[in-house]
């Protein structure tokens, strides 16, 4: 039988291999077992290799028609004839056939005999494009982007709807003009150059270039062209895609002088290559942006920091990276070496993975950090020597850091070993912790709070306790307590007070006591001294009695000035005075009142002078004759109410008064008191003396 079959096949060579049609023969697993010289020659071509009996049908079959062939052919083998189209492509020719596929008796086994018929497509195709290219158009017309063909000289062929609108003009009067007219001068060059470089290798291109809007405002396009080539490599036409970018390229200017003015560098890097940086950044490397744009990053980096820029970099690509900021030693264009601080992070650039971040120059910095390192290594040293505690406490009152001094506080007033995170409240007592959290919230607003705390024990001690607080940033985060042990000081103080005490009772001893006793024996003196007139011995004995007085009150002088460690005097020269309607004496001593009263009738003719023992009687007159103008000699020691009482009740009251005071105390801090009185002019001491009496009186405005 197969032998049969073989003469059968023999017998379709020879009658089918001059016919035009492409003629196979499959068995009934669709194997090629005869194919005429026309199909083995298109077949050949479709399969890309030779084509032999015994392979599939699909071999020589485009993998799109397999589902129609596998549909229709074992129609065929039940003896029904089926129909299709059969589109293939022969390099760039188009080839449709009508098919065939037919039942065939092959000596008794079932087969199928296909034949291909080749149509003539020039109608159609004509046609088809006609459609194609209409509907292009539509699609073309509805795009939002600028669309439009050109030849070489620029010469439009076609533009659509977008084109049109976006620079003002209709179809008809773009089409046979040059769009050159609508570039900014300055970029035609920059198109020519762009054009003369496409090649069918690389027929597209993309560029930026300025354009003048029909308003006659400036913008930008970009556009993407696509050059189509005769058969020997000439550009016949252009196609080019534009879209207006003017707002883009007004983003990218004000974020190109945003980054200009950037107090840091500011960079991008992809694949190693440093594609985009600011003006800080070119200063801090010493390199043109052009320059840069072309380097390398090692080129940029120590030899001794390359391993690690690669390891940060892949950590950064891979968001394995631990902390985004790290620093480098850099490497100037003049090989000069700085230390850098980077900071890092992934993003987009054209579409690939890149790193952006900035970069500071730190040399100076880390300079000053070395002179950091070695200050607080010295701080900590006088920390630790220091005889004053001080506790790093944090807001939850937990010890974060000590000195030693505090240390052996602690070991020794509280018999702690270690003090690291206890709480800084088990130092202060169950019953002022209360009082203590509440300083640690005004602590926490920025305030330094000091306060004095006393120990009883075996012996007092007190501490001065400063809570100073620690900020990070602007926030308080911690705060130090401070104690200085102030026990010496303390005691020195209450022997310092208890020494102004004594001289302070010496001072009133030799001011008062001493002073007004000479007072009144030198009035006396100067009462008596008329009678012994006429008897040089009296006379004798005064003179060297008044002698004796004056040596005694230079004494009582020095000795007050040592006591209160002073020689100041007080007021200098009394002020001018207005006129006196009376004067009154206030002086509980009657010899010194009588003497006083005699020394001032002789220098002034006023009519009324009063002499009152006490502060009261005196005040109760002032009151009463308010609309009178006084002037008053005030003793300040007096039963009673003092000079100072009667002072301090004037001062609250409306009067015309004047206020001589006229004590025996030589005390300085009665002096420096009597200057807060508005009322007082003078300050003098006992006795008067006719000299002291006419300055008072010859300083008067107007005599009375």
């Not at 079932?110 to 109608?123: N, S």
């Not at 974020?255 to 991008?268: A, E």
């Not at 850091?401 to 506080?409: H, L, Q, T, V």
Request: with cysteine.
């Amino acid at each position: 039988m197969e032998t049969e079959t073989k003469l059968q096949l023999e017998f379709y060579a020879t009658l089918l291999d001059g016919v035009e049609d492409t003629v196979m023969v499959l068995d009934a697993q669709y194997n090629l077992m005869y194919m005429n010289r026309v199909g083995q020659e298109r077949m050949s071509q479709i399969a890309g290799d030779p084509v032999h009996p015994g392979d599939p049908v699909t071999k020589c079959m485009p993998r799109e028609s397999h589902d129609n062939f596998f549909k229709l052919a074992p129609l065929a083998l039940d003896g029904t004839e089926q129909k299709f189209e059969f589109i293939f492509k022969v390099g760039r020719e188009i080839i449709v056939t009508d098919t065939r596929l037919l039942p065939i008796n092959l000596n008794g086994n079932p087969g199928v005999q296909v034949i291909a018929t080749r149509k003539t497509l020039e109608r159609k195709l004509k046609r088809e494009l006609i459609l194609s290219e209409r509907r292009f158009e539509s699609v073309v017309d509805d795009l939002t982007e600028m669309v439009v063909r050109w030849k070489p000289n620029g010469i439009r062929t076609f533009v659509n709807k977008a084109y049109c609108e976006a620079y003002g003009i209709t179809e008809e009067l773009a089409i046979g003009t040059s769009f050159f007219a609508l570039i900014a001068d300055e970029d035609h060059q920059d198109v020519r150059e762009r054009i003369a470089n496409l090649s069918p290798e690389n027929p597209v291109s993309t560029g930026i270039h300025k354009i003048t809007r029909p308003d006659g405002t400036r913008g930008w396009n970009e556009w993407t062209d696509r050059a189509f080539f005769d058969h020997r490599g000439k550009i016949k036409e252009l196609q080019s895609t534009g879209r207006d970018i003017s707002k883009l390229m007004e983003s990218n200017m004000i974020f190109q002088d945003m980054l200009d003015k950037c107090l840091v560098g500011v960079y991008i890097i992809v694949g190693g290559k440093v594609v985009m940086v600011n003006r800080e950044f070119c200063r801090i490397f010493g390199y043109e942006q052009a320059e840069i744009s072309s380097l390398d990053l090692k080129n940029l980096v120590h030899p001794d920091y390359h391993t690690l820029i690669e390891e940060k970099i892949q950590k950064r690509l891979d968001g394995t990276a631990e902390n985004r900021r790290y620093e480098f030693v850099a490497v100037r264009k003049d090989q000069q070496q700085r230390w850098v601080e980077v900071l890092g992070s992934k993003t987009l650039y054209g579409g690939k993975e890149a790193i952006i971040g900035t970069v500071q120059d730190i040399t100076d910095r880390k300079g000053n950090l070395e002179e950091l390192i070695s200050s607080r290594a010295k701080l900590e040293t006088i920390l630790e020597h220091t005889r004053n505690q001080y506790f790093l406490v944090d807001l939850n009152f937990k010890i974060i850091s000590y000195n030693k001094a505090a240390e052996d506080y602690a070991n020794l007033e509280y018999s702690h070993r270690t003090l690291d995170q206890d709480s800084i409240l088990s130092f202060i007592r169950p019953e002022k912790q209360e009082a203590f959290i509440n300083m640690i919230e005004e602590v926490k607003s920025g305030k330094v709070v000091t306060y004095v705390r006393e120990d009883k024990g075996i012996r007092n001690r007190w501490f001065e306790i400063s809570l100073i607080p620690v900020k990070t940033g602007k926030k308080v985060t911690a705060f130090v307590l401070s104690g200085e042990d102030i026990t010496t000081k303390k005691m020195a103080e209450a022997e310092l007070l208890s020494r102004i005490e004594l001289f302070k009772d010496l001072s009133f001893i030799t001011s008062h006591e001493l002073r007004t006793e000479y007072a009144r024996l030198h009035a006396l003196l100067g009462s008596i001294k008329d009678i012994g007139a006429f008897n040089p011995y009296v006379q004798k004995l005064i003179t060297e009695s008044q002698s004796s007085f004056k040596k005694l009150n230079e004494s009582i002088f020095k000795l007050n000035n040592k006591i209160n460690f002073s020689h100041r005097t007080f007021m200098g020269t009394i002020l001018q005075m207005p006129e006196i309607d009376e004067i009154v004496l206030v002086e509980d001593d009657e010899i010194i009142s009588t003497v006083h009263e005699s020394l001032i009738q002789s220098f002034t003719e006023v009519d009324k002078i009063l002499h009152y023992n006490n502060a009261d009687d005196s005040m109760d007159y002032l009151k009463a004759n308010r609309d009178r103008d006084f002037l008053v000699f005030l003793d300040l020691s007096m039963p009673g109410k003092s000079g100072w009482d009667f002072l301090d009740e004037l001062n609250e009251l409306d009067l015309n008064v004047i206020v001589v005071i006229l004590s025996g105390s030589i005390d300085l801090n009665d002096r420096i008191r009597a200057a807060d009185y508005p009322q007082v002019r003078e300050f003098l001491s006992k006795p008067l003396t006719r000299e002291i009496v006419q300055k008072i009186f010859d300083q008067m405005t107007t005599p009375v």
